[in-house]
């Protein structure tokens, strides 16, 4: 099983490029510490700005900011920042995990999911289908 996971992942990893995948990974700075890939929605990655302070709403900027302050990682999001770095619903993920890993390694990838999925729309995932799907994404970081 093993063997046919690594074959999986490394067919997806050479396809074209998607669009709908935004952008891929650059080559993390090794000289900034750990590398870290983000994976997830608009809270994570600063969707809009708060009306008052002006400040980016999402965890990924005060992340990104905290380490490169302090040199302690080199911090990307999942086909960019802001909308552009959309994780979407599972299916979309299944689609885009290897171009979001790209050719690096990471030391550390967080992911959050499900939003999305939940959705009563054209997003919407049965959980059954959701769990199966995470299960997949994740094994495409290892």
């Given at each position: 099983?093993?063997?046919?996971?690594?074959?999986?992942?490394?067919?997806?990893?050479?396809?074209?490029?998607?669009?709908?995948?935004?952008?891929?990974?650059?080559?993390?700075?090794?000289?900034?510490?750990?590398?870290?890939?983000?994976?997830?929605?608009?809270?994570?990655?600063?969707?809009?700005?708060?009306?008052?302070?002006?400040?980016?709403?999402?965890?990924?900027?005060?992340?990104?900011?905290?380490?490169?302050?302090?040199?302690?990682?080199?911090?990307?999001?999942c086909g960019g920042w802001q909308l552009g770095?959309?994780?979407?619903?599972?299916?979309?993920?299944?689609?885009?995990?290897?171009?979001?890993?790209?050719?690096?390694?990471?030391d550390v990838i967080t992911y959050n999911s499900?939003?999305?999925?939940?959705?009563?729309?054209?997003?919407?995932?049965?959980?059954?289908?959701?769990?199966?799907?995470?299960?997949?994404?994740?094994?495409?970081?290892?």
């Amino acid at each position: 099983m093993r063997v046919l996971l690594i074959a999986i992942v490394g067919v997806a990893a050479i396809r074209a490029q998607d669009p709908s995948c935004g952008d891929p990974p650059v080559q993390p700075d090794a000289s900034k510490g750990p590398a870290v890939l983000i994976v997830g929605d608009s809270i994570s990655m600063g969707c809009c700005w708060d009306h008052v302070s002006g400040e980016p709403i999402g965890y990924g900027f005060y992340v990104r900011d905290m380490l490169a302050n302090h040199t302690l990682g080199d911090v990307q999001h999942c086909g960019g920042w802001q909308l552009g770095g959309q994780a979407g619903p599972t299916p979309h993920q299944l689609q885009c995990a290897a171009q979001w890993v790209g050719k690096y390694k990471f030391d550390v990838i967080t992911y959050n999911s499900g939003l999305h999925d939940l959705a009563n729309d054209s997003e919407h995932v049965p959980v059954d289908q959701y769990a199966a799907n995470v299960v997949m994404v994740a094994k495409q970081f290892l």
